[in-house]
Each structure stands twice: as C-alpha cells, then as structure tokens.
C-alpha cells in the first residue's frame, strides 16, 4: 500500500511481547528425560570410576602381573573416554533445552502477571554466560522464576525456596570439581596422582547426579505452579 505522495509505507516493528502463556507441558517433560538420561550417565561414570579405582590400588598394590599392565590400563581409558564423551555430548544438548526452558519460564511468568521482573527471558539465560556475574546472577533469575510461578500478582512477597539453594550450590560445586578435576589429570605422575585424581572426577560426577535431582525436582515443580495458576486464571 501507498500513501498520498505514492512512497511506501515502512512497517513499524512491533514492542517485545511477553504477555502471550505457552503450555509448558512437552518442553518440560523433554527436559525431565533429559535430566534422567544424565543422571544415567553419571551412573555409569561413578560404575566405571569405581573400576578404574580397583586397577589403581592393584597397581599401587603391584597385584597385576605386569604382561597385563598395558592391556588392562588401555581398556580402562578407553571405557572412561566413552562415557566422558557421552556426558559431555549430553551435557550440551541437556544445557540447551534447559536454558530453552528458563527463558520460556521467565515469558509464562510475566504472562501470568508477573510485574517488575528484574531478569527479561534473554537476561536469565545470557546470565550464565557472562563471567563474574555468573555466580549468582542466574540463581536471581531463577528465584523470581520460581517466586512468579507460585503467585505472579504478588510474587515479591513469596518466600524463595530451600531447594533453589540445594541447587545453585551444587551447580556451582561441580563447576568446581569439574575443573579440578581436569586440572589434576592434567598433571597426574604416578599411581598415587593417578588415585587422587580420580576421586576428584568420581567426586565431581556424585555432585553432577545430584545436580541433576535437583534439577529435575525443580522444573517440574515450577512447571506445575505455573499450570495451576494458568487454570485458576481461567476459571475466574
């Protein structure tokens, strides 16, 4: 269409919508199997680990004849290098749909009736990716998630929950047992480096599953806050 003096009308962009709710059903329960898949995972990794700890103390422990030393140490590095690949390969495809289902969280929030949020839907991801801030500005994001999803209308006045503690400390202790855990297989010399290492890389999957628990626990229990609040919207 044209106007009077025949140039085109230009289109104006449209404000940011966050006013429209979207059933958070099918996400959440993608990112649910998800989870469960990489609590598995460490499973296996703690299974393995605990394999690769036996072969340890019997080296320290000079049991293992030595024809079998090489035989025995290649097939224990290559089970710990396939299932590392695997948790590393999951963890990235988990942290997508996690984060997909964070920055959906935060829009159904302010489309119940959330008002004030300090954290927009880009902002609660793009968190996680800043150094520094990182530490706990996700965790922020995330109690107003969890706040809004209980009662959007007054959401400041709802009290944040012992489980979003549980599981920001442990995101932020495997973080770190994740790197030490690199660091000191880095510089393993010996059997007794070896050893310690490993403890460290079993001790970081223990807190990895927990993580995921967690997790699991709390996006499911937001999701059903927020369908409840959604329902109760609809009846009034």
Not at 3 to 30: C, F, H, K
Not at 68 to 96: V, Y
């Amino acid at each position: 269409m044209s106007d009077s003096a025949g140039e085109a009308a230009v289109p104006q962009p449209a404000a940011r919508d966050y006013g429209v709710y979207r059933d958070p059903t099918a996400l959440t329960n993608g990112l649910k199997v998800m989870l469960a898949v990489s609590v598995l995972l460490g499973m296996a990794a703690l299974i393995s680990g605990s394999m690769e700890m036996n072969l340890l103390q019997d080296l320290a422990d000079r049991v293992v004849p030595q024809d079998e030393i090489g035989t025995r140490a290649d097939a224990s590095d290559s089970r710990q290098q396939l299932i590392g690949f695997a948790q590393i390969g999951w963890f990235i495809l988990t942290g997508i749909i996690f984060l997909t289902w964070v920055y959906h969280a935060n829009r159904n929030a302010r489309a119940l009736g959330a008002t004030d949020m300090q954290c927009t839907p880009g902002w609660a991801v793009g968190w996680y990716f800043v150094p520094f801030v990182n530490l706990w500005k996700p965790y922020q994001a995330m109690r107003e998630i969890w706040q809004a999803s209980v009662s959007a209308g007054d959401w400041k006045s709802v009290p944040s929950s012992s489980l979003l503690g549980w599981w920001w400390a442990l995101y932020i202790g495997s973080a770190m047992l994740n790197r030490a855990a690199v660091q000191f297989a880095k510089r393993i010399d010996g059997v007794d480096g070896a050893i310690t290492a490993s403890w460290i890389h079993d001790a970081a999957v223990t807190a990895g599953i927990s993580l995921d628990v967690v997790a699991l626990i709390m996006v499911g229990k937001i999701t059903a806050n927020q369908i409840s609040q959604f329902k109760l919207a609809e009846v009034f």
